[in-house]
């Protein structure tokens, strides 16, 4: 059973076009991630929200913004993307203080 | 700055060997240490975490030695078979505390091929 739902699994965008990339969760975890993982690299922590609280790491881009309507679902909007933000996009999520993270299947963007 | 060294960046194992990855830290308030596997195209997946109130935990053919006044955390694979190819990372994180300063560090990753 799917319990971190990341689509689509592969995106193409143009360069400097608007992509939005969605993570939907049926584990009810209050807290989520998004994370950026290029090619042979660690994955590196964009955002997250704690429940509704949103934390945005201090070097992550102004070209990308993060959506949390509702509990299940985060999605995270590249505004303006570059070559440089061709990546493995990576949703997460965990019930919270003392549990481990969720990790979804990821979306492959390519920007073209 | 990286908190989390790992290595080595790559490893090649004989099926049946052992596959040892070792991890260092340097932010004593780390009190979580997950390793998660990662196959291509695939997200990472928790394999297995220790807390340093123990020095080791096993499960299955996985082992995590974990030696605290070091700062030093590793993976040992028994038994390494081909379906163990994957990168592996290593990670800390402050337990229990859920604010802006206790998300996941990862180490670099550590790309193991076990050969046939």
């Known amino acids: 059973d799917a319990m971190v739902i990341q689509n689509p699994r592969y995106q193409v965008t143009q360069f400097g076009k608007p992509v939005t990339l969605s993570c939907s969760q049926t584990l009810n975890h209050n807290v989520m991630y998004w994370y950026q993982q290029k090619s042979s690299q660690a994955p590196k922590l964009l955002f997250h929200?704690?429940?509704?609280?949103?934390?945005n790491e201090a070097d992550t881009p102004d070209n990308f913004q993060s959506r949390r309507p509702n509990t299940s679902f985060c999605f995270l909007d590249i505004r303006s993307p570059g070559l440089g933000d061709a990546a493995m996009y990576l949703c997460?999520?965990?019930?919270?203080?003392?549990?481990?993270?969720?990790f979804g299947s990821g979306t492959r963007l390519t920007v073209v | 700055q990286q908190q989390v060294k790992q290595s080595p960046q790559s490893l090649i194992v004989q099926k049946g060997g052992i596959s040892i990855i070792n991890c260092a830290y340097e932010n004593t308030a780390f009190d979580y240490f997950p390793w998660y596997q990662q196959f291509p195209g695939k997200g990472p997946a928790l394999l297995i975490a220790i807390r340093p109130d123990v020095s080791e935990k096993k499960e299955g053919r996985f082992t995590i030695s974990f030696n605290k006044s070091a700062k030093q955390f590793s993976l040992h694979i028994m038994d390494s078979q081909p379906g163990d190819s994957a990168t592996y990372f290593c990670a800390a994180r402050r337990w229990g505390e859920e604010t802006s300063g206790s998300r996941l560090t990862f180490g670099e990753g550590t790309q193991l091929t076990v050969n046939p």
């Open positions: 997460a999520t965990t019930r919270g203080p003392g549990y481990g993270y969720t």
């Open positions: 929200y704690y429940d509704k609280d949103f934390n």
